[in-house]
């Protein structure tokens, strides 16, 4: 065990709120599927962490399954570096930080923070020029506001606003985030076992079988 806060952002997977570039090969309730798959295995593994504290920074209203002992910290509004800055703000120690788009991340992926958190900052880089992942041993909202989210520059900004600041930054593997179809099925083939891989098998095939055999 150790004193690290584990924080996953997430939205309620609701129809056409979520994973909306799955579809039209999915419908907007399928996509909506794979999300909470995607979701769920999250939770799983951050429930494997040793972690001190587990917390779902949420947009929704019906908490995901299998958070029943996460404290749950509504998302403020804003955009998403507002958002990520009023989660570490609001942290009061070494605080990791887990989105919900990677459901093939393992505690093996994350064991470099826990085996080293007095490390300043851990950097988790998407291969979308992103992140996925974020540690940061003393939170401090002011290091994620005014980074542009969602470009292919997301992770080369924020990394530069980590060593600007002076941290000493660790890396993370690359990991890739869910967004598209070819996303998906790559993603699903690294965790065939995985509740996404299942949830996607599932729909495909649904969509086959209404399309009379062809996606």
């Known amino acids: 065990m150790t004193d690290v806060t584990v924080v996953v952002v997430a939205k309620e997977c609701l129809p056409g709120k979520v994973k ?6 999915l419908t907007p309730e399928g996509a909506a599927r794979v999300a909470a798959a995607s979701l769920a295995d999250t939770i799983a593994t951050v429930r494997a962490l040793p972690a001190a504290r587990r917390v779902l920074l949420y947009d929704g209203i019906v908490l995901p399954e299998g958070t029943d002992d996460f404290e749950v910290l509504p998302q403020v509004g804003g955009g998403l570096d507002e958002r990520l800055g009023a989660m570490f703000d609001a ?3 070494p605080t990791l930080l887990v989105g ?3 459901p093939q991340v393992s505690a093996a992926d994350l064991s470099p923070v826990f085996d080293d958190p007095d490390r300043d900052a851990w950097f988790g880089p998407a291969e979308d020029g992103g992140f996925w992942s974020l540690y940061l041993r003393d939170p401090d909202g002011a290091l994620l506001r005014g980074v542009p989210m969602s470009q292919d520059d997301t992770g080369a900004v924020q990394r530069s606003r980590l060593a600007d600041a002076g941290l000493d930054v660790g890396l993370l593997e690359t990991l890739l985030d869910v967004d ?3 996303d998906a099925d790559r993603v699903a083939a690294l965790v065939p076992d995985s509740r996404f891989a299942a949830a ?3 729909e495909t095939l649904t969509e086959l079988a209404e399309c ?3 996606r």
Request: hydrophobic residues 30%; charged residues 20%; glycine residues 14%.
């Open 100 to 102: 919900m788009d990677t």
């Open 212 to 214: 009379g055999g062809t």
């Open 180 to 182: 598209t179809v070819p």
């Open 20 to 25: 909306t570039r799955l579809t039209p090969a």
């Open 200 to 202: 996607l098998r599932d």
């Open 91 to 93: 942290m009061s120690g």
